[in-house]
């Protein structure tokens, strides 16, 4: 498949009337064009050329490898009684982000739950202190392998990981993998029966990439090897006999802050709130991205799948 990227599409197999653009590195400021592939039927899009020496790309700063922050005592108390609150719907208090889009799981306490591309572990660990008690988390850029009770951290890729999970999640790291096709083969053989797949993902239905093109920050080339749309990424369940239940849009700001910070020609690095965008900006945004949501334009979205075999 590696020799016929430039021709086909990773996600639904088309070869007819697909194009060809440039992007650059820009996060890091690194610099470089790399190609990619514009589908013309699932609209999904590609990198053509994958970078012989892609840990260049990831250096020790990169965003996904800073330190597991861990919590003890009264803190840990507050994370359970805020989750059982939150379960309850008994909105009191602020609440992390991701309660919101695991909450179409219904997944129980003790069901095992695998983590793949799970950077240092912080989300795992946050569910570790909230009661999950059968939690894996693999990563193949995993500084540190950890193993406590109910919490286990592998340094391993997807196509070294065994067993069977009840829940597998990809949050935003199905785009960083070669094949999307065999990704999801791999992922269908680790659910358990009635399994389920969240795969959070950016996506090329967004209104921002329609209009900014390759400035658009979640492109960054050339770390996403493969971008999809709903299209796609339904088309790939179905090859690999997962149906797709839900699909939820949870893009924020940063497709406007972010994306226009690039096209002043600014990387990451560079990058300060307080100073570079002014915070009325911001709050502006944050309303567009929610009204995006709603209409299917934002530029990201999580995935539900089920394993009905």
């Keep these: 498949m590696l020799g016929e990227r430039k021709k086909i599409c990773?996600?639904?197999?088309?070869?007819?009337?697909?194009?060809?653009?440039?992007?650059?590195?820009?996060?890091?400021?690194?610099?470089?064009?790399?190609?990619?592939?514009?589908?013309?039927?699932?609209?999904?899009?590609?990198?053509?050329?994958?970078?012989?020496?892609?840990?260049?790309?990831y250096p020790e700063n990169y965003y996904a490898f800073g330190n597991l922050i861990k919590s003890k005592g009264l803190r840990n108390q507050f994370k359970k009684i805020r989750k059982t609150l939150f379960d309850w719907k008994l909105w009191f208090f602020s609440y992390p982000?991701?309660?919101?889009?695991?909450?179409?799981?219904?997944?129980?306490?003790?069901?095992?739950?695998?983590?793949?591309?799970?950077?240092?572990?912080?989300?795992?660990?946050?569910?570790s202190c909230t009661g999950y008690t059968n939690l894996h988390g693999f990563d193949p850029y995993?500084?540190?392998?950890?193993?406590?009770?109910?919490?286990?951290?592998?340094?391993?890729?997807?196509?070294?990981?065994s067993g069977q999970f009840n829940l597998i999640m990809?949050?935003?790291?199905?785009?960083?993998?070669v094949n999307p096709l065999e990704s999801m083969k791999k992922l269908s053989e680790l659910l358990?029966?009635?399994?389920?797949?969240?795969?959070?993902?950016?996506?090329?239905?967004?209104?921002?990439?329609?209009?900014?093109?390759?400035?658009?920050?979640?492109?960054?080339?050339?770390?996403?090897?493969?971008?999809?749309s709903q299209l796609s990424m339904r088309i790939l369940g179905e090859k690999v006999g997962l149906k797709l239940n839900l699909v939820v849009f949870d893009s924020n700001e940063n497709q406007f802050v972010i994306t226009n910070l690039y096209k002043d020609g600014k990387n990451m690095k560079e990058y300060n709130s307080t100073n570079l965008i002014n915070q009325k900006f911001i709050k502006n945004w944050k309303q567009k991205a929610d009204i995006l949501n709603e209409t299917g334009k934002g530029d990201q979205a999580c995935f539900y799948f089920k394993n009905n075999g």
Excluded at 143 to 148: D, G, I, L, M, R
């Design 10 to 57: 990773c996600g639904c197999g088309n070869d007819k009337d697909n194009s060809i653009f440039l992007a650059h590195e820009k996060m890091l400021g690194m610099g470089g064009a790399f190609e990619y592939l514009n589908c013309a039927a699932c609209k999904s899009i590609q990198i053509v050329d994958i970078p012989d020496h892609m840990d260049v790309y």
């Design 97 to 127: 982000e991701y309660y919101n889009w695991l909450s179409p799981l219904k997944i129980s306490k003790d069901a095992a739950i695998a983590d793949i591309g799970c950077g240092n572990g912080q989300l795992l660990y946050e569910l």
């Design 192 to 228: 358990k029966p009635k399994g389920q797949l969240l795969i959070r993902v950016p996506v090329t239905d967004a209104e921002v990439w329609e209009k900014e093109g390759i400035n658009w920050f979640q492109l960054d080339a050339p770390r996403h090897f493969f971008i999809p």
């Design 170 to 177: 990809l949050n935003h790291s199905f785009e960083h993998m």
């Design 142 to 161: 995993l500084k540190k392998e950890t193993s406590t009770k109910g919490l286990k951290l592998q340094r391993k890729g997807l196509y070294e990981v």
